[in-house]
């Protein structure tokens, strides 16, 4: 066996140990941190070729099944060998930065509606059924603990219409949250493939590989045609609306949700760079736009704004620059 060939077995099934005990760590202490499962077999893919990343990434699926249960190995692979895969092609292809992240959003995101499908095959559970009863848990739990703020209101001697108010108020926030729901799960994507995608690529140019384009978050950029797609978007959904569709109201809600997202992203990115440019020190910056992120109820329409007018007359002049 030459060297070449002994040291790729040697880094796989270090890959493959490294990875198998970080998931199961992480499902049993630190489930947020399971979704960075992919970044190691990332950077085997890119250093030593995706059959072996592949090869990697079966073989820990494998031995968690082993370890756990066969449906948790079979859930694991099919939610991140997707990802994996496309990050490492498209870096190893010299992708842009956009179109790297937007590809492994989409593919993470239907990697996991077909985790959603496939529960009705793998547990017999119809999905609805299945949805339906976690929505009843979730209520059930809600309404647990409208009763203890219920019960701690009238300890403070609130009157009846106030503690009515409150109460009110409270059920419409989780009916909010409930409608809400898809578009968080495409935040949620978005997030999974950013972090997996920075991640890699920050080590690996640690490690010497020339990765050109990094997902630096003050040149974060929307595409030019943005507004004009969720313009089109909203009329479509106008238009079923006054056709009398079904769930019209919870789709445009959701395309709120989404478009404030994108655009109060893109203004926090416009942010970040000027402060840059300012030659504010990096924590700083970091702190405030934390700060801004806790504040968003109040600063959010300032920041989204200034998203929405960077998509139009590009203030950090990155097209000029091209």
């Known amino acids: ?67 756990m249960d ?20 498209t870096l190893k292809k010299r992708k842009s930065s956009t179109e790297i992240l937007a590809v492994s959003t989409l593919v993470f995101l239907l990697s ?12 017999g559970v119809n999905i609805i059924s299945l ?3 976690i929505i009843n848990q979730l209520k059930e739990a809600f309404d647990q603990s409208i009763d203890n703020q219920i019960e701690i209101l009238y300890e403070l001697k609130l009157s009846n219409y106030q503690i009515l108010q409150i109460k009110d108020l409270i059920e419409d926030t989780f009916q909010y949250i409930l409608t ?24 690996l140019r640690k490690l010497g590989y020339g990765i050109v384009f990094i997902p630096r978050f003050s040149r974060f950029k929307l595409p030019r045609n943005i507004l004009v797609g969720i313009g089109i978007m909203f009329l479509v ?27 109060f992203t893109q203004g926090l990115s416009v942010t970040y760079y ?13 702190f405030i736009v934390l700060f801004i992120i806790i504040l968003s109820s109040v600063l959010g329409g300032i920041i989204t704004i200034i998203g929405v007018l960077d998509t139009i007359f590009d203030f950090r002049r990155f097209r000029r620059s091209v």
């Open 1 to 67: 066996m030459n060297t070449e060939l002994k040291n790729k077995i040697m880094e796989t099934i270090f890959v493959l140990v490294i990875a198998t005990i970080f998931m199961i760590v992480g499902m049993y202490y630190f489930p947020w941190i399971i979704f960075l499962y992919p970044i190691l077999f990332i950077l085997l893919g890119v250093r030593q070729g995706l059959n072996l990343a592949i090869i990697g990434l079966i073989l820990s699926t494998l031995s968690i099944g082993l370890i």
């Open 237 to 263: 959904t106008f238009s079923l609306s006054y056709l009398g569709m079904h769930h019209s109201e919870a789709v445009l809600v959701n395309l709120i949700v989404l478009a404030f997202f994108v655009f």
């Open 180 to 203: 809400i729901t898809p578009s968080m799960i495409i935040v949620f994507s978005l997030i999974t493939a950013y972090l997996n995608y920075l991640i890699s690529s920050l080590s």
């Open 70 to 89: 066969i449906i948790s190995g079979i859930v694991i692979l099919i939610t991140f060998a997707p990802l994996s895969i496309t990050i490492i092609y």
């Open 112 to 123: 996991v509606l077909l985790i959603i499908v496939m529960m009705n095959d793998i547990t």
């Open 131 to 133: 949805l339906t009863n």
């Open 274 to 286: 000027k402060l840059a440019q300012w030659k504010v020190n990096k924590i700083t910056r970091m």
